[in-house]
């Protein structure tokens, strides 16, 4: 295994700040898990799990311990009880695992083409859009277990998802390193259709949209939201949606809803677990004087996603930071609504 010093960490993410790791190693195998997580143990260094870098905040002072990137590779495909199950390790492309499927006639990921990132990051905060979440097709993940270097199979109830919620990023975050997670897919299943642009798309078609058909438009709409890594356009410099949309309950729903009717505004709200209710961040961004193309300093908001802070270019992690308590200050001051940021914040 090798194991260098003092690696630049923002070039590996897609919001490009922040500092280097003191020490850095890329795992091919189990076997290099095993060893990075015995050298992290015996030098007492905190460890930190790097996929692709897409949902990442790095500290301006970097990491003061072993990033160790996951780089376990290999996808194997089978038949059982007329579905098939993908074992993929977790250092594959996750939108190229979503190109197999789909080119394999296999329904299930298609609404979540173009996110990028490893295959390995899909089951930390399950990852979802366009109506469809990882939670839904994972069967089991491998994980190497730090607590006492064991690997086991964790099967999808183990995983505890919800919304942008697991186990690996809630009761057990850190505890875990994903090696490998396994997808039931359905052959020659219909794509789904569900979310509002994505029916707008296709209104009017005269046949049923492909699997194939959807991907594409999934990867189109995401591209006009600067929501798929596009090399050129710096309103991909983002870590994705940057805030949650958050989960009220009735009574903090009864009292936004009044806040906004003394505006004469309607909030867009969909019913969640429990008699909840999720309401839109961006709207709520939006109409706290944050509009798309907002500009402080070197940081902004995408011009095309309300919810996507941007690097203009040579940003520091403390500007992002600024902005983003910036704000939740103003969102909360406003509509009385705490909004929870949706990447991980490393080294702070
Ligand atoms: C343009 C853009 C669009 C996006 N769109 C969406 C979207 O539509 N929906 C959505 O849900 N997300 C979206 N994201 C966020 C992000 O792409 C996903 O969360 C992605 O799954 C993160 O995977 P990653 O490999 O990049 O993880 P990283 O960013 O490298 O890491 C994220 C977290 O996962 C942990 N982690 C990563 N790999 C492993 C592993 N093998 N074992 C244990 N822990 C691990 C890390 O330690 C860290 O805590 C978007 C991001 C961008 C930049």
């Known amino acids: ?110 609404c979540l083409s173009g996110i990028p990132g490893s295959v390995g990051g899909t089951p930390v905060q399950n990852v979802g859009a366009y109506g469809q979440e990882v939670a839904e097709t994972i069967q089991s993940v491998l994980v190497f277990d730090l607590e006492d270097g064991q690997v086991r199979e964790l099967c999808a109830d183990a995983c505890g998802f919800t919304y942008r919620t697991s186990v690996f990023n809630t009761t057990a975050r ?29 209104a009017g078609w005269e046949v049923t949209p492909t699997l194939t058909d959807t991907r594409e438009a999934v990867r189109r709409i995401r591209a006009s ?22 989960v009220l309950t009735p009574d903090q729903y009864v009292d936004l809803k009044g806040r906004a009717a003394l505006k004469g505004l309607v909030i867009p709200s969909y019913p969640a677990l429990e008699s909840q209710r999720k309401v839109s961040a961006a709207w709520l961004v939006e109409r706290s004087g944050f509009s798309k193309g907002y500009s402080s300093g070197r940081v902004g908001i995408s011009r095309k996603h309300a919810l996507a802070i941007v690097n203009r270019g040579e940003a520091t992690a403390a500007e992002v930071v600024a902005m983003k308590e910036h704000i939740q200050q103003r969102v909360e001051e406003i509509w009385g609504v705490p909004l929870q940021a949706e990447p991980v914040f490393v080294g702070f």
Request: net charge neutral; with cysteine.
């Open 1 to 110: 295994m090798l194991v260098q010093e003092n690696v630049p960490l923002s070039p590996l993410t897609t919001l490009k700040v922040g500092g280097a790791a003191r020490f850095f190693t890329e795992a091919k195998s189990v076997a290099d898990v095993d060893e990075a997580a015995s050298f992290a143990k015996s030098r007492n260094l905190p460890l930190f799990v790097l996929g692709g870098g897409s949902n990442l905040v790095i500290a301006d002072s970097g990491w003061p311990g072993l990033v160790l990137k996951i780089g376990l590779l290999g996808v194997e495909e089978r038949t059982e009880e007329g579905k098939t199950l993908f074992e993929v390790g977790a250092g594959e492309e996750w939108d190229r695992f979503v190109a197999r499927a789909v080119a394999a006639n296999c329904a299930g990921v298609e």
């Open 174 to 202: 850190g505890r875990y390193i994903i090696l490998r997670v396994t997808y039931t897919l359905t052959p020659g299943g219909t794509p789904r259709i569900q979310y509002t642009d994505l029916k707008k798309h296709f």
């Open 225 to 246: 939201k600067a929501m798929l890594i596009t090399p050129g356009d710096e309103d991909c410099r983002s870590a994705g949606s940057f805030f949650k949309n958050p």
